[in-house]
């Protein structure tokens, strides 16, 4: 939030015990709320994103950009990705890799809400190791990071629907069908849910698991190009 509105607050409040009901208190109240409406002010930050470089998270940050200042977002970005586009925003950057397990210090400063949205996708040039590295010792860290923090709310995790393997009933299923991962990517996503739930219910914070199906459209370079390369997607063309 800004200085101006920090001073108007401390005014207001100031007022409001020397002159409880006066006219001038209440119109302040109201000027506090229209500009921090009008400017997207916030107390924090507010959301950190990661993978905020990628399909998922590329899109997800122009959404919240579409809400929200610049000033109230923070990114997480391996060191060796171009983040100029949000430099020149005006977003702050947190420059890490998840693959390298050590404490997060200082992430979440400020930080009330997670879009944990970084990974490793499936791919057969990626060892397990590397896998678990980053989808699920990554994900602990940031969790651990984020009960350290003062300020943090929520966490919301995207993970994937194939946590749930690849054979599923005719019917919808339920999030309490048993699940049975059949890769070291699903693996790693059922593993990193377990440990963000557990720490949700010890510790009561919110916290979402979005198990998402393949996701197509603007920014994707991997998942609509291996369904149109193979043969029962021949004849496929992309829609944007």
């Not at 200042?69 to 890799?97: C, K, Q």
């Not at 896998?131 to 990554?138: A, I, K, L, S």
């Not at 966490?155 to 991962?181: A, K």
Request: proline share 6%; with cysteine.
């Amino acid at each position: 939030m800004s200085f101006f509105v920090f001073f108007l607050l401390f005014f207001d409040f100031l007022l409001f015990f020397l002159f409880p009901f006066s006219f001038l208190t209440t119109f302040l109240i109201f000027l506090v709320i229209v500009f921090s409406k009008t400017f997207h002010c916030r107390w924090f930050i507010g959301d950190l994103v990661t993978g905020a470089t990628g399909f998922l998270g590329s899109v997800h940050t122009r959404s919240l950009l579409s809400s929200f200042s610049p000033g109230d977002l923070r990114i997480l970005a391996h060191p060796s990705e171009d983040v100029s586009f949000y430099a020149d925003l005006g977003i702050d950057i947190f420059r890490r890799n998840l693959a390298i397990p050590s404490p997060l210090t200082g992430i979440m400063v400020d930080v009330t809400t997670v879009y944990h949205l970084a990974a490793i996708v499936v791919n057969d040039s990626v060892s397990r190791e590397e896998m678990f590295r980053v989808n699920f010792e990554g994900t602990r860290a940031l969790v651990d990071a984020f009960l350290r923090s003062t300020s943090s709310e929520r966490f919301i995790f995207s993970s994937s629907l194939g946590v749930y393997g690849f054979s599923f009933p005719p019917y919808p299923i339920p999030e309490t069908f048993p699940l049975n991962p059949q890769n070291n990517y699903h693996e790693s996503k059922m593993l990193a849910e377990r440990y963000l739930l557990n720490a949700s219910s010890t510790y009561g914070f919110h916290a979402s698991a979005l198990r998402n199906t393949p996701i197509v459209g603007p920014f994707d370079t991997v998942t609509f190009s291996s369904r149109c390369s193979s043969s029962s997607y021949r004849g496929c063309f992309l829609p944007w």
